[in-house]
Structures are given as C-alpha cells and as structure tokens.
C-alpha cells in the first residue's frame, strides 16, 4: 500500500514540474528547440482575398462578391440585398 501512495505521489510530482515548465516557456518564447524564424510574411489564401460585406459582415472571396464603385471607393457585397439597404441606408 505504501509502494502505491509513493507512486502515485511521484506521478503527480512530475506532473506538477510538467506543467510549470511549460508555462515557463510560453512565458519566455521559448519554443522547444526550434531555429528562430524571421519576419512572418503574409499568408497567401487559396480561394484569393477575402472582403467584408459592409451590411451584414459576412466575408467572401473578393472575386465572387458584387462590387460598388461609389465615390471613389470600392464597396464588395454578398448579395444584391445587402448591396441594395446598404445604398438606401448611406
């Protein structure tokens, strides 16, 4: 009985020294041995860019959005629903 409760006490020692190590890590960026990488360039996405529909928010692929040129700017739209409150709303 006393070999399983000095078991069990060490499991959760290690454990406790797991979990601190790993804070201590992400606290100090360490990142387990990994070469330090350079400046992140921009992801680019396969289904193109992603605009934001300025009625209801959604995203979508700038290249299936209707589009609005108006005054200058360029507005991209879900559907023509949005599009058409949008414009009585501005």
């Known amino acids: 009985m006393n070999l399983i ?7 959760i020692i290690v454990m406790i020294i797991r979990f601190i190590i ?16 350079g400046p992140r360039r921009p992801q680019e996405r396969i289904g193109g860019t992603l605009v934001q529909d300025p009625q209801c928010g959604t995203y ?7 589009v609005l040129a108006r005054g200058g700017d360029t507005h991209y739209f879900c559907s023509a629903r949005c599009r058409d409150e949008w414009t009585s709303r501005v």
Do not use: K, T
């Open 60 to 66: 979508l692929p700038q290249d299936r959005a209707i």
């Open 5 to 11: 409760l000095w078991i069990v006490r060490l499991i």
């Open 22 to 37: 790993g804070l201590l890590r992400s606290a100090f960026g360490a990142r387990g041995g990994a070469a330090p990488r």
